[in-house]
């Protein structure tokens, strides 16, 4: 359409921004910077009590325990951002790592390439079930993925039959995944920042990343501007699936046993990691940066109150205050923001009125 | 108490908001035994003064005179302390709750602490009976329609002894047979010598039910008169007043052939046999009461609800319009009337608000997003509508209001459309945003764009549409030409039902 404006050339009118006030202003606005100092002075506690956490194999440690629950994150960022939650990530994560595993077993010498084909597409098929559930049958996303968890767990356990899969029985070269080394770093690592480079990409930049954020914030008018609810809310059920199907491949490289218990209490993890890298639970706000943040915090967390000889049973309720603590900075820090929407849709309101008369 | 004393006076109250009065030195009095009319169009204070009465604003002046004593009240609970109670349009019940328990909600009767279920049946049902109408008591309440849900509003009032109910707007979103019955209920409580604020948009009702009859424009109170005294003409020119506006800069556009045609188009409950045809350059515009099916045709041309029956035509083909998006490939846009929970994502930048619809045309490879591209044409929208704001990266919710409704109006130009529908585009702005929207819908209407204006503005329409339809509950009720728009024949097409034949004789009240 052409709009020729003549006389209006000029720049948009501009308000005076607001202004930031100071350092701490800023990094409330920057949710990951926040995060990231966060990990920095938990980091530095730690080290001043335990030196050891420094060290290298500690380090990698850490690192490869956050790897895991972050991939997943990812996910389960998006799917939360869209005003949705998937409880059954750790039942799918089972299942093909179980399958996958399986298939090696009986194929000793068979490639790589068609065990993380056989993961992830387990994963991508579990995940397309809860997208048929959800949007499709319109089953509130919390109770149909409460069900699939079952299901998926269920099925596991079936085929199990109350084995184990261990690592006797699995080719080295599967093993040797999880202890790879690229450019100085765990192969496990780098996996875990590129999907977390390419799942902030997916989100920030992609028309489906926007329209998870349209939906989740507004449905409504994700609505009316003909955003289709079904095909994007599939599509981040699909997505979720195909991440946990990955990462059930993975964890069977990296634990070398496989059963049809593993990753019991993911969803707690990975929900926990999310929240606590500042998405909403909600909907429409958040990163998938600050969940993979999420992840490596809690990662941190757990280390280094092994390493400070914490009572293990003290460590689930600090996770539990660490959550609860971080979600009501987050609480405390949207109702200021709202406080502000309000007092200035006040203002706007009295001016409005007032040119009416 | 004898009918006729004064309950309530409401002596001299202003209101103001910021700089602005909305409610300039208001006498009301409301008698025992009486039912007391409010008239007024759309933001001229009715529902500000429900407000003050409700608890829910104080006053900035004047004063509220209850048994000759001078009293404040400080919100709902110490409204109905006083013995107000206000009945709204949607009474907020609990959709799950028995009517009983909805009735006697946070004061259930209790016997050795625990709710007496019984004797909750049997005072509802003795209320219910009061009333004389015959609702079940035990159903929950998502069970009945709207105006069983407000008589069982006014039986929590009675039990909670109100002595002052206040109607906002009970019969515009009920049948004509249900207000009917909610008419014969006002006629027994005036009997229990209730004293009655009745507010209505239909003036048959205002001047029928009312014993007297108060008209606000602007915030001020035009007349108190006995309903006797008014006709339906002298209630509108009242209403109206004589103002005449000559805000709109409508440019003269050519206007060419039909693009659209919509025939015998019926759906959404109460929307029957609406036919018209929209021409290029055409301005064509919507008025009617809220409720009288404007945007419903609306939301059916835009894909939102599906219709009936009927057929629509874009370009003399036949057309389903199944989905928004059919709607948008099809050239139409909607901006729809509900800015914050229809129209805007309030969280998004400017940016991504206005290029939500059409963000595929930015995209290239996998749905990447060209982030420049896109901030170009977004940012040049923005200052073809002179939005007001830090850039267009500052969040859509901290705008004002004009200012949203400018990011809404880029967002549903961007896609080009052919035929843009607009739903109250100037509600609740002020007045430079409006005169911007107005020079803007003028200008794109002189490129060829076809426009369907829904608008509950009388001077907007008048001044803006090539040609009016009046809606009436889910009709066409009239249609007035550019010269032939009359402020107050517009008014009364829409809120004044002609006399039927049958209801005619019905004389009592």
Redesign the interface.
Known sequence: ???S?PG?A?????????AVRGLVGRILQVREIGLVLILLLLCAIVTARAPRFLEGPNLQQVALSATLVCIVALGEALVIIARQIDLSVGAIVALSAFLAAAWLEHHHDGSLFVVFLIGCGVGTLLGAGNALLVAAARIPAIVATLGTLAIYRGLAIVLAEGRQISATVLPVSYQEVAQARVAGGPLLVWIAMLLTVCFGWIAR????G??L??LG??P?????????DVRNIAGVFILSGFLCGLVGVLWGARFGTVDAVIARDLHFQVISAVVVGGVSIFG??GSVYGAALGAVIFAVLQNGMLLLGINQFWLEAALGVAILGAVTFYVFLARRAER??RR?????????????? | MRTGTPVIELQGITKR??????LTDIDLSLDAGRVHSLAGEN?AGKSTLVKILGGIYQPDGGRIVRNGEPIRIHGAADARHHGIAVIHQHPALFPDLSVAENIFVGRQPRRLGRVDWAAMRQEARGLLAGLRVDIDVRLPVKMLGLAERQTIEVAKALSLSARVLVMDEPTSAISKEEATRLFEIVETLKRQGVAILFISHFIEEILHLGDDVTILR??RRVVTAPAAELTPESTVRYMVGRELEALFPKEVAPIGQAVLEVRHLSGCGFVEDVSFELRTGEILGFFGLVGAGRSEVAQML?G?ERPDGGEIRVDGRPVRVG???D??QLGIS?L?EDRH????????PIR?NAT??I??RF?RG????D?AREARTA?DY???M???????EQQT??L???NQQKVLLA?W??P??RILILDQPTR???????AEIHR?IS??AT?G?AIILISDDVPEVAGMADRILVFRTGRVVAEFSREAADHEAMVLAAAHTPPDPDVAGRDEG
């Open positions: 359409m052409t709009l404006e209006t000029g720049r948009p009118s501009r308000q005076r921004p607001r930049s992609t028309r489906f926007r329209n954020y349209a914030s507004s409504e008018s994700a609505r009316f501007a003909g955003i289709s429409g706000s502000e929407s200035q849709a006040m203002l706007a309101r009295g001016a409005s009125l007032a040119a009416d008369r | 908001f910021g700089p602005v009065e909305v933001g602007s915030a835009f939102i989905s928004p998006g709607a948008m909607l729809p929970q229809q129209g805007l994502v309030l969280e998004f991504a939500l619809p963000l595929g995209c996998p749905g990447l997003v982030r940012g923005a200052e073809r002179r939005v007001v704001a830090t850039g267009i919710g901290t004002s209001g004009g967002k130009l961007l080009s459309p609740g702005i002020d007045v430079g945003a409006k803007i200008r794109v490129q764009m």
